[in-house]
């Protein structure tokens, strides 16, 4: 009986874990996409193009992302390293995995919720109509910021905040002689077993 729970437990902790943290990459998503300005731009022979401020507010959605992703991921791993007791190379594998999927699934919530992709827009426009970009990542590095946050949060607990089972072991006294071997060395009685 006692079995079956423990079992269950072991598989219990990791999928709490995993759900937990894509369900926060999804909230996240919902944050990136709050605090993001759109850019702004117009459509010229078919094409959108950034004014200078849409440019600089197209850096920042990457900027932004890459911030909200390495906060989420930091405090991830401290909380996950600080309450995982045992099977942590389970618990650390599950929660990289999960911190992949939470960091992609900020992305797609938060580009679902901004606008239309320019570029389909600006093809049926007029030249100089004012547009607004989508929200977008720069490249695929950011992806790494979530899970690179959650390894930096559990090397911090796991590595840095040393855990003991019990009662730590006594050193040898140097003036008694060891007696691993079961042997009582006593004064008399030269090496004779208990």
């Avoid at 401290?78 to 900020?106: C, F, N, Q, S």
């Avoid at 320019?118 to 007029?126: F, G, M, R, V």
């Amino acid at each position: 009986m006692t079995s079956d729970v423990e079992a269950r437990g072991r598989v219990a902790w990791p999928a709490v874990v995993a759900v937990a943290l894509v369900g926060a990459g999804a909230l996240a998503g919902v944050l990136w996409w709050a605090l993001w300005t759109p850019p702004t731009g117009v459509a010229l022979a078919g094409r959108f193009v950034l004014d200078s401020d849409g440019a600089r507010a197209d850096f920042d959605a990457t900027g932004t992302y890459v911030v909200i992703a390495l906060v989420l991921g930091l405090v991830a791993g401290l909380v996950v390293g600080w309450v995982t007791r045992r099977d942590e190379l389970v618990v650390v594998g599950v929660a990289l995995v999960a911190a992949v999927a939470a960091g992609l699934l900020m992305y797609a919530v938060g580009h679902l919720l901004g606008p239309a992709d320019p570029a389909s827009l600006a093809a049926d426009a007029e030249d100089y109509a004012p547009l607004e970009g989508d929200l977008r990542l720069a490249g695929s590095a950011p992806f790494l910021a979530l899970p690179g946050g959650l390894l930096v949060g559990l090397v911090v607990t796991l590595l840095g905040f040393a855990r003991h089972g019990g009662p730590a072991p006594t050193p040898p006294d140097p003036g008694r002689p060891d007696d691993s071997a079961g042997l009582s060395i006593t004064p008399g009685r030269p090496g004779r077993a208990r």
